[in-house]
């Protein structure tokens, strides 16, 4: 089968610069596989072109790579609501009307995070049985060979014991077929001072998952501090959207604040500077095994559609990731899944 | 003035092996300090004079360093509630006793926290017009002269809009007396989605801070977003006892993480060790920098008394730091200002 994904090819922070050259890094790698290339179709060809040009491939690669005009563009700091009422021809717009209109199997957009949210969830639906999108990512853990997906990362605030419990079902499901895992182990976030055991919404999304996990609906394991997330013992973790995008942007704050430290000390003098140099493959290695970057594409489950999130200031090879993370939730045909399970567990 | 400080000697995962030396540390450095060491006196004198043996100020310290006698041991792990009730003569609850009976002027535990919290809040009270105390620690950022302080770190869960304004007002008092900030910079913890501004409680607290801001009573600058906490730019941040606790430890998680892969990685053979070795000065450097032990010591701001606690897994020097911030707090008469201060805006 064919894949097709579509790209809003104007989003994030530098656009068609870092789209155009993911799009066809990642075509290169995948012979059964379209990409629909959305926007400016002047800039996107003009692009495609200086691309391709020396490339041996150049006319087969270019046939796989479709370029969809739209005429315009989202604002990073655009109002939502004004993008959804005033831009119906946006490349974001359009990129996910291709797949509410079957053209596409999955897209992905590095545009404003509100105004996708707003956009996919108005013109995608959520899926029967669903009452709100969640953001789902990955993080890593102190095992190599292990990440885990946390959700929601933002997408709502205020959540109800119910939503939780519908997050944990489709955060299974989405691991379960993409990480082949059998029964994900499902986390519920907690704090674990000893008299206080959880708020509100914890005990009572403590029950829902109780019944859920004694029904075998879904593997639940209890409850993980934020320190857990990390120890690699735990497939899925579970929380309301505003504390899960709170620890996410510490988890960013903090590791910029290390980066800016190690950079200070590295640089200090000539002695500090060589020295960096003589551990850089060291702290390459050590980079790389944290790089958000290859964990860049969160994607927006429980609609009638895939929408993978790129980080705005993706670079191409993140932004390639994003890419094969679509990819890999079209080939699975997550939706659909969500679909029937929500459907047998949820309605 | 005199200052005494009365200290859980039997708390923590290492007991008197660590706070005894903590606090001969300490002493040396304070002429005109007290310390009253509380726990099973045959074993803290005998750590005692094990110490100060071939000290040649010996008799001087030791004149300042109190052993006051508890027979029981709160354990890491016991519930709160049996603390509370059944182990009155805990080492815990004499410790925090002194300070209700005024022979001390503030406490240090490394003890169980939840069994602290509550017995701190039983014994001590909150304060006129302070519904809840609040954990308030200090975090680093990006400068390296500036360190931010961040409240709710867990006392509480499902606090409301007052709760939070009563924080604001209590994390503005202590870090303007501590910190010497005459105004110090109050940021409300959010998320950044552009369409959702914040939950609920974001939006109450947010009419209380604003109208506080245009009394002139504490210095709202509004919103910040997880990875703003590390910036700089604020002094006190400000969120519900759920988020704060999570946040601090996914922080924690995340730099043990950190810490893992970068072990790793210099382990990995001899070249990267004989790295590991040219790199340790630069590496203890940024180390230095980000030392959560250099922060040790979180206070439970709101009693009517000053009580510190020190992590549980703390050494000899970061145990003498919840000391030093005890010292800190005290000498400063941090309980009162809250009270003049509360009394004026919250009464």
Redesign the interface.
């Known amino acids: 089968m064919q894949l097709i994904i579509s790209i809003d090819a104007m989003g994030g922070d530098y656009g068609p610069s870092v789209t155009v050259p993911a799009a066809l890094q990642v075509i290169k790698k995948h012979a059964n596989l379209k990409l629909i290339l959305v926007g400016d179709s002047n800039v996107l060809n003009a692009k495609i072109n200086e691309l391709i040009a020396d490339s041996p491939n150049a006319s087969q690669d270019k046939e796989r790579l479709i370029v969809h005009h739209a005429s315009e563009v989202v604002a990073m ?1 655009e ?3 004004k993008a959804l009422r005033l831009k119906k021809d946006s490349s974001m717009r359009v990129t996910i009307n291709l797949v509410k209109e079957g053209k596409a199997h999955a897209c992905v957009s590095a545009g ?4 996708l ?2 956009t996919a969830h108005f013109v995608l639906k959520t899926l029967p049985g669903v009452d709100r999108p969640a953001i789902i990512s990955t993080l ?3 095992n ?1 060979q292990k990440e885990v997906r946390m959700l929601d990362l ?1 997408a ?3 959540s109800e014991a119910k939503h939780l419990y519908q997050f944990a079902v489709m955060g299974s499901v989405l691991t379960q077929a993409i990480d082949n895992i059998e029964k994900p182990k499902v986390g519920l ?1 907690n ?6 055991k ?3 919404l ?1 005990k009572q999304t403590t029950q829902l998952l109780t019944e859920a996990a004694a029904n075998n609906t879904i593997n639940y394991i209890g409850y993980v ?7 690699g013992d735990v497939d899925v973790v579970v ?1 309301d ?3 899960g ?14 980066a ?3 950079k200070q ?2 640089t ?1 003098n000539i002695f ?1 500077k060589i ?2 140099v ?2 850089s ?3 390459r ?2 980079a790389k ?2 790089d958000p970057g290859r964990r860049n594409g969160a994607t927006l489950i429980g609609l009638q559609g895939t929408v993978v999130k790129s980080h705005g200031g993706a670079n191409q090879a993140a932004f390639a990731y994003a890419i094969e993370e679509a990819i890999s939730e079209a080939a699975h045909n997550i939706p659909q899944k969500i679909r029937d399970r929500v459907g047998k567990v949820l309605l």
């Open positions: 700091d109002s939502p609501a404003n995070t509100g105004a949210m707003a890593p853990t102190t190599p933002g709502n605030v205020d976030l704090i674990g001072s000893e008299d206080i959880g708020n509100e914890v501090e934020g320190d857990d997330i990390f120890k929380c959207g505003f504390i995008n709170v620890a996410l942007k510490t988890m960013e704050g903090l590791v910029k604040t290390i800016h430290y190690a000390a590295f200090r500090t020295i960096a003589i551990a493959p060291v702290l290695n050590i095994q944290l």
